[in-house]
């Protein structure tokens, strides 16, 4: 098992998180937070694979 593995699984058994989704959903908005083009890169994904109108829905 990798580390953060590991880590996220002390964070959530500490009681920070109250499921690994949890703290995953956290992890990918700081992400887009400090690294904003990935967004957009990201974005820019999903709509060559088609899959805007799908999110609009959400």
Same mark, same amino acid.
Do not use: C
């Given at each position: 098992? @990798?580390? =953060?593995?590991?880590?996220?699984? @002390?964070?959530?058994?500490?009681?920070?998180?109250?499921?690994? %989704?949890? %703290? &995953? %959903?956290? %992890?990918?908005?700081?992400?887009? &937070? *400090?690294?904003? =083009?990935?967004? #957009?890169? @990201? @974005?820019? !994904? #999903?709509?060559?694979?088609?899959? *805007? *109108?799908? #999110? !609009?829905?959400?």
């Amino acid at each position: 098992m @990798a580390i =953060q593995d590991l880590q996220l699984n @002390a964070l959530v058994k500490a009681g920070i998180f109250r499921s690994r %989704a949890e %703290a &995953v %959903a956290e %992890a990918i908005q700081m992400l887009f &937070v *400090t690294r904003p =083009q990935l967004k #957009l890169e @990201a @974005a820019l !994904q #999903l709509y060559l694979d088609g899959e *805007t *109108t799908r #999110l !609009q829905k959400q």
